[in-house]
């Protein structure tokens, strides 16, 4: 189960970025090539950030898709998985682009029910004065 590394690398992005808050939601973006079941990605994500920042958030997984163009007949054709041949013309002369990607497109944090002080005061004057 490949996944879990990949969980373990999301969780470490996270955590930079999260920078200590609590975090609700997370959105990977993983090209197609990397073959990532979401089930089995939120399963192993559930388990490597138990106790972390990131304990119950919710993981948001976005599939590109590869991109292959055929040397013969210059077509261009976006697909969730890998063809072995042109399906335009058959031809197996493909140049493959992209797919292969996992970039951490976004995080939610979850929001403070409440921040201690008061919310009248003027920021700028710590002592509350007027």
């Known amino acids: 189960m490949h996944e879990y590394g990949i969980a373990e690398a999301v969780l470490h ?31 192993a994500f559930v388990l490597v950030s138990d106790g972390t920042v990131a304990d119950g958030a919710h993981l948001e997984v ?10 013969r007949c210059d077509r261009t054709t976006a697909s969730d998985g890998l063809f072995a041949m042109c399906p335009a013309c058959g031809s197996t ?12 497109e976004s995080i939610e944090l979850v929001e403070a029910a409440h921040a201690p002080g008061n919310s009248r005061r003027d920021r700028a004057d710590p002592s509350g004065s007027p």
Request: proline share 6%; with cysteine.
């Open 13 to 43: 992005a996270v955590e930079r970025r999260a920078a200590g808050r609590p975090v609700r939601r997370a959105r990977v973006r993983a090209g197609a090539l990397l073959r990532i079941s979401e089930p089995a990605l939120n399963q």
């Open 62 to 71: 976005i599939v590109d898709p590869v991109r292959m163009t055929c040397g």
């Open 93 to 104: 002369d493909l140049a493959i682009e992209g797919g292969d990607g996992l970039v951490l």
